[in-house]
């Protein structure tokens, strides 16, 4: 297949590009693109640029960054096609974003199917528009609507991209067909090209605010504000200087870590689905889901099915409890509607047809899947998977929502274990993105293509995980949370530390995390663990002093912040001083250089043991993890990305370090040790799992 189509038709010139799945602009489309228009234009009066498929482009290819420029570069070829002698005529579907759209911008006419979205998402990967974007786009639109869309990312409705005049026609039909009228129509009105670059410099405004506000709101990442002074450039200085500006802005940005660890996110994204396990397996019918169980996390998981089209049956105790449960929802659902997530109308729907409340299992008879979000204790959940037993269809799915027991453990209480899986949802579950899919010994390949399934349908990241401790992400919290407190027994406050990751880059310090959770729920994991215990393991007790005194956090106004306004707190760092002093120990300073060294290096260190242990099947299973459920920051690409940027011989040289005051809890991971020996990296493994 050739990567641009060219046909005459009349003396229209329609050039399809044909680069599945998603038409990106590839070498081999650039230089296909510029064959068809010479030759359109030596044989036609107009030429139309389409997309085959599901899409027009949707950006350059983004598996070339990093790898050296092949000519013609994406930004000559929209200067060729704009320089062209011939009125050239965009006609878009799907999405033309990136790359995409700045092709289209380089047309001198655009037409658009009404679904049609248009965007330019380059700082989503680190990157800004370097294809004349920061350029053109302003001069359509002015500086300040083409900045809304350039530092967000965010593609917008064929409607509104007609307003801001980046469309001059939305047409009912197929791409073809309203590409070959618009040409046609053009050519009977006697219009020519039509340049964007020959059009006025959009009126300046106040770019430093813009440019001080992208950085804000970056929190470390610089692609925003990089844009906002290209942009600049597009008021300032003459179009092709503009656009030189732009190529030496875009060209530091793409040799940026940040955007090495963006597309990192990008790829790693879509590669959690791909399991050889699941390969021509089909999923199990889900329409109905029994919820059992309507706390936080219960009433979230039915809300997130309610928003999905599910019909959900939720269970309680009693009639009292059910009813509870059923306005949690409601609430829940309420907000999806102030986000505008829902319409009021589709709400009344929802919540009258599709959702009903029960106190008897008999009422789940009927659910093709069950999802148990119980009490976090054994015995309970063994209790309720042993009475599901008796209630559910056959082929039902049950699902444990469990956060860290054992799966093995509560399928061998049903006589259906192949039916069993576990569902991990992370609190608000109707808002967090991630599912982590845990696979038990028995449990059927049509089950766990049922759970990715679900995922798809609630628009979650689902990450497949093994049995252990904690699955893949609350493994490596509870390693990196034994780091951090250690660092506080020995001098360091919370408050540094929670100041010095979220400088780093984390949505919260991990302490501002614990508030949120409750402190309730570490106490119960300590409890639960103690026997097991490692005799050398260093426990502080400052966590549990808080506990005995009723601070669990943010719901009990009071755990290491006070609350409302998280303020810190005078007697926290008494109790915690009083701890050092019946252990002996002298006070040191950290400085939050180190604080981020141990807490990255426990983090990696515990990961590796992850990926070793077969929990997650590749180091880019531990990056969505910790991206989509832990709050670390996308533009470092996951921990993973990150230590194979920092070098893993540096990493390992971190955790020797450390292993001198400690040498039980900084033990090298193998696997880590392996890899250095080895010159090679965690992506060395990605791509080896990928063969
Ligand atoms: C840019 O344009 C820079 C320019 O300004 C300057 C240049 C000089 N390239 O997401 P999906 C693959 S930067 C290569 O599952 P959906 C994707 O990996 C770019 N591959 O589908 C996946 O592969 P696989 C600006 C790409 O329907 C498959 O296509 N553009 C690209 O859910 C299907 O993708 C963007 O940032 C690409 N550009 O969503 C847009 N895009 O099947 C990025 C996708 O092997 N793309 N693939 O896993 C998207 O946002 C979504 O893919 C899209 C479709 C909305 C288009």
Redesign the pocket.
């Known amino acids: 297949m050739t990567a641009v189509r060219y046909e005459l038709i009349d003396n229209i010139a329609l050039l399809t590009i044909q680069n599945p ?2 038409n ?3 070498h081999a489309v650039r230089a296909a693109l510029l064959n068809g228009l010479e030759k359109a234009e030596r044989e036609a009066k107009a030429a139309v640029i389409l997309g085959d498929g ?2 027009f482009v ?6 070339e ?1 990093g790898k050296p420029p092949m000519a013609p ?3 000559d070829a929209c200067n060729r096609i704009e320089a062209s002698s011939l009125p050239v005529i965009a006609a878009l579907h ?2 033309a ?4 759209l ?1 092709l289209a911008l380089s047309a001198h006419y655009r037409v658009a199917v009404p679904d049609t979205k248009v965007g ?3 700082v ?2 680190g ?5 004349g ?1 920061t350029q053109r786009l302003p001069r359509l639109t002015g500086a300040e609507a083409a900045l809304k869309i350039i530092t967000t ?1 965010r593609p917008i409705s064929a409607d509104e991209a007609l307003k801001l005049s980046i469309l001059d026609k939305i047409e009912n039909g197929n791409p073809r067909e309203i590409g070959l009228q618009y040409a046609q129509a053009i050519l009977n009105d006697g219009k020519g090209p039509r340049p964007i670059s020959a059009m006025p410099s959009p009126t300046t405004i106040d770019f430093d605010s813009w440019h001080a506000a992208a950085l804000a709101k970056g929190k470390g990442q610089i692609a925003a504000a990089t844009a906002v002074r290209a942009v600049q450039t597009a008021c300032e200085l003459p179009f092709f200087d503009g656009l030189k500006r732009e190529r030496e802005l ?1 060209s530091n940005l793409m040799a940026s870590p940040q955007r090495q660890g963006l597309i990192h996110a ?2 790693a994204e ?2 959690v689905s ?1 399991l050889p396990e699941l390969e021509g397996v089909a999923s199990r019918d889900i329409k109905q889901i029994g919820v059992i169980g309507g706390g936080t996390m219960g009433a979230g998981i039915a809300t997130a099915s309610l928003l999905s089209g599910f019909q959900v049956v939720l269970v309680e105790r009693d009639e009292n409890a059910a009813q509870k449960a059923r306005s949690t929802v409601e609430k829940m659902l309420d907000g999806a509607v102030q986000r505008g997530k829902l319409s009021p109308e589709t709400h009344a729907k929802i919540t009258q047809d599709a959702f009903t409340t029960a106190s008897d299992y008999t009422a789940i008879s009927t659910a093709d899947m069950i999802i148990e979000a119980v009490f976090e204790n054994m015995g309970v959940k063994r209790d309720v998977f042993a009475a599901l037993d008796k209630t559910a269809k056959p082929g039902a799915v049950l699902a444990s929502n469990t956060s860290y027991l054992d799966i093995n453990e509560i399928a061998s209480s049903t006589k259906r274990p192949k039916d069993v899986i576990g569902l991990h949802f992370f609190s608000p579950a109707h808002v967090m993105k991630l599912l982590e899919i845990v696979v038990a010994d028995a449990t059927a390949p049509d089950v766990t293509a049922t759970g990715f399934a679900l995922a798809k349908r609630l628009r979650k990241v689902a990450v497949r995980a093994g049995v252990c401790d904690g699955f893949i992400g609350n493994r490596i919290l509870a390693h990196y949370r034994m780091a951090v407190d250690n660092m506080v027994l020995d001098g360091a406050s919370p408050y540094q530390v929670d100041r010095a990751l979220t400088d780093f880059g984390m949505a919260m310090g991990p302490y501002a995390v614990s508030d949120l959770a409750g402190l309730d729920i570490g106490w119960a994991t300590r409890k639960r663990k103690a026997p097991n215990r490692d005799p050398r393991e260093r426990v502080p007790s400052f966590a549990d002093r808080l506990c005995e005194l009723g601070r669990f956090g943010r719901k009990t106004g009071r755990g290491y912040y006070i609350y409302p306004n998280q303020k810190e707190d005078p007697e926290v760092l008494q109790i915690i001083s009083e701890e050092r002093a019946d252990q002996g120990i002298t006070p040191r300073d950290f400085t939050d250089d180190e604080i981020q060294r141990r807490f990255m290096a426990a983090m990696v260190n515990e990961a590796a043991r992850v990926v070793e242990d077969g929990i997650a099947r590749r180091p880019l299973d531990v990056d969505v993890t910790m991206l989509f459920g832990y709050g670390f920051p996308r533009w470092r690409g996951g921990p993973m990305k990150w230590a194979d940027m920092q070098g893993l011989d540096t990493v390992l040289h971190n955790i020797h370090t450390f292993a001198q005051d400690d040498d039980w809890f900084w033990q090298p991971a193998p696997l880590l040790e392996k890899l250095v020996t080895q010159g090679r990296t965690f992506d060395d493994l990605n791509k080896k799992a990928a063969l």
Do not use: Y
């Open positions: 799945p998603v990106a602009a590839s599901r899409t949707a950006g350059a290819d983004i598996n960054f570069i994406l930004p799907g999405t974003l990136g790359g995409g700045e330019l998402p380059e989503t990967l990157i800004m528009p370097g294809a974007g990312g875009f990008f790829f879509r590669a791909k």
